[in-house]
């Protein structure tokens, strides 16, 4: 059974660093891309990135280019989301997916639960 | 970007009803369109992709069509258990773009 499971909600201030994760299972984790999509509290989706982890290859919407970084570790079949300056505004659920083929661009048929980052002075 | 326009943004409807939720892309993106459902506290969940293959285990009530700009998510007889908001979303390139969603409301 395929699975993500993302690691559990933060509480942050404004200036803190914060890396939020994503692990993938019942699957070849190095053969499929794994994206993250932002939802604000109350609004819709909005997608981050993407990364393959079989050889690092990362797409970024051009909102959030600069703003946040995505990475993988293969080893541990884990995906990352990270920020080194959080501001109030990055306060979301933070969902991680995996397009259902090969290619980057495609349909998410598999989420995680969500992370919520709450960002509060 | 390609921005997806859904409407309406909500809908009330009862039971039984049936339920037509349309999304308009800023440029043609040919079948690379997909719906999700969202419940309440709960990660999206894919129903419909490539504009009309229902996604496995999704109800047969739950049909999608359309090309190009525009396109259509049907339900053909509301169940309880519909009462949610629905995302459009275009795969025809980076980077890809949900609609702003479509509450759907008891009546």
């Known amino acids: 059974e395929v699975q993500l499971v993302q690691s559990g909600a933060e509480v942050k201030k404004p200036g803190e660093s914060l890396k939020i994760s994503c692990k993938g299972s019942?699957?070849?984790?190095?053969?499929?891309?794994i994206g993250w999509v932002r939802q604000m509290p109350g609004k819709g989706l909005e997608w981050m990135g993407i990364?393959?982890?079989?050889?690092?290859?990362?797409r970024y919407s051009p909102s959030f280019q600069g703003q946040v970084t995505i990475s993988a570790d293969k080893s541990i079949s884990t995906a990352y989301l990270q920020w080194s300056s959080l501001k109030a505004s990055d306060t979301a659920m933070y969902y991680c997916?995996?397009?259902?083929?090969?290619?980057?661009?495609?349909?998410?048929?598999?989420w995680g639960q969500g992370t919520l980052v709450t960002v509060s002075s | 970007d390609i921005q997806m326009t859904q409407s309406p943004s909500s809908v009330s409807a009862s039971v039984g009803d049936r339920v037509t939720i349309t999304c308009r892309a800023s440029?043609?993106?040919?079948?690379?369109l997909a719906w999700y459902q969202q419940k309440p506290g709960k990660a999206p969940k894919l129903l419909i992709y490539?504009?009309?293959s229902l996604q496995s285990g999704v109800p047969s009530r739950f049909s999608g069509s359309g090309s190009g700009t525009d396109f259509t998510l049907t339900i053909s007889s509301l169940q309880p258990e519909d009462f949610a908001t629905y995302y459009c979303?275009?795969?025809?390139?980076?980077?890809?773009?949900f609609g702003q969603g479509t509450r759907l409301e008891i009546k």
């Open positions: 997916a995996r397009p259902s083929g090969l290619d980057p661009r495609g349909y998410f048929d598999y």
């Open positions: 019942g699957y070849s984790f190095t053969s499929y891309w």
């Open positions: 990364i393959y982890p079989g050889d690092s290859d990362t």
């Open positions: 490539a504009a009309s």
């Open positions: 979303q275009q795969a025809n390139s980076f980077p890809t773009t």
């Open positions: 440029q043609g993106i040919s079948s690379w």
